[in-house]
């Protein structure tokens, strides 16, 4: 199969890269060129230049995982937000349409208002912040123009390589753990963190049995952020004093968050081979990528 993996240097496309075999794979980046693919540049901006691009590559399927993915900055330039998250997606999904190829679009719990959590597919999404509004928005050019589509829902995503120039949850807490600093850790936000390699075998395994609709693909465990940080600290024995608990509404964050997006991931448990995975073996997964990226 011939694929195109937008946002292929980022925390998502990076583990898919790692992962996906046997496949003649083209890596669409902006600012951070991947390491593996075929690598052609494109600003998701650009729309001429979308519809140019993937018209010219033909792929029989595009992962679509670019993003702008920073909550805050979203809020803020909305602009920006709107054109990354929405009009690019739906530029996407209109070539997708005229190539008649099948569409992966990794889309966010951040889609829900966080109220009741355990969120399975069947519920209705009510954003409340801009970034979920935007990210919405891309499930819904999807869903209007495509009938040969995927819209992969995901939560708090970490893995063992910093990607796109930034690290992630996992990473900071690790790092800033290990020299001895203190770190503070929302207690009462709960999501379902899920580990890229995880997430990124179980999209493989739906690009090449073409699973079709919504589908719920995050790690198996509900947990607070708090939760999260405890977990790994007693993985890597490390000291649980140094993490400060606190309300989420004194993070200081410029963006509303959901308090609790937590996804239901029943349905892709029981369709899939390559399950979600619980919180403890995602965080003994990580251990093991990280150690062996350090031995080799
Ligand atoms: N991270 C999370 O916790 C999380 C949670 C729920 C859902 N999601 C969703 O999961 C998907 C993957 O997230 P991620 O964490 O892997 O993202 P990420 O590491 O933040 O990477 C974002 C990617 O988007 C690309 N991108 C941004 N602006 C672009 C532009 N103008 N043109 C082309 N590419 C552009 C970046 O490319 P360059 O680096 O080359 O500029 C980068 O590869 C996203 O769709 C996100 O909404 C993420």
């Not at 829900?112 to 597919?121: I, L, Q, T």
């Amino acid at each position: 199969m011939k694929l195109a993996v937008t946002g292929a240097g980022g925390l998502l496309g990076s583990a898919l890269f790692a992962l996906v075999k046997g496949h003649e794979v083209y890596s669409l980046y902006d600012q951070h060129a991947p390491t593996s693919g075929i690598p052609i540049r494109l600003d998701l901006r650009n729309k001429n230049q979308v519809a140019e691009t993937l018209e010219r590559l033909e792929p029989d399927a595009i992962v679509h995982t670019a993003a702008l993915t920073d909550v805050d900055r979203c809020e803020r330039d909305r602009e920006l937000a709107k054109a990354i998250n929405c009009d690019a997606t739906r530029a996407i999904a209109k070539s997708a349409r005229n190539l008649g190829a099948y569409l992966v679009y990794v889309s966010t719990d951040y889609v829900f208002d966080g109220k009741s959590g355990s969120y399975n597919e069947e519920d209705i999404p009510s954003p409340v912040n801009f970034y979920g509004h935007t990210k919405l928005m891309g499930e819904q050019a999807v869903k209007e123009l495509l009938s040969d589509y995927l819209i992969a829902r995901t939560s708090v995503i970490y893995g063992s390589t910093p990607s796109s120039g930034k690290v992630n949850f996992a990473l900071w807490l690790l790092d800033s753990l290990s020299a001895g600093k203190t770190v503070k850790v929302a207690a009462n936000q709960l999501v379902s963190p899920t580990l890229n390699t995880n997430l990124a075998e179980m999209i493989i395994e739906c690009l090449e049995r073409r699973v079709k609709g919504i589908l719920h693909l995050s790690g198996a465990s509900r947990v607070s952020r708090l939760e999260f940080a405890l977990e790994l600290c007693r993985i890597w024995s490390l000291n649980p004093s140094l993490i400060n608990p606190v309300d989420m509404s004194k993070m200081n964050w410029y963006a509303p968050r959901p308090r609790d997006s937590s996804l239901d991931v029943t349905k892709a448990s029981s369709i899939l081979v390559k399950k979600p995975a619980s919180i403890k073996d995602s965080l003994c997964r990580l251990k093991e990528e990280l150690d062996s990226s350090k031995r080799g």
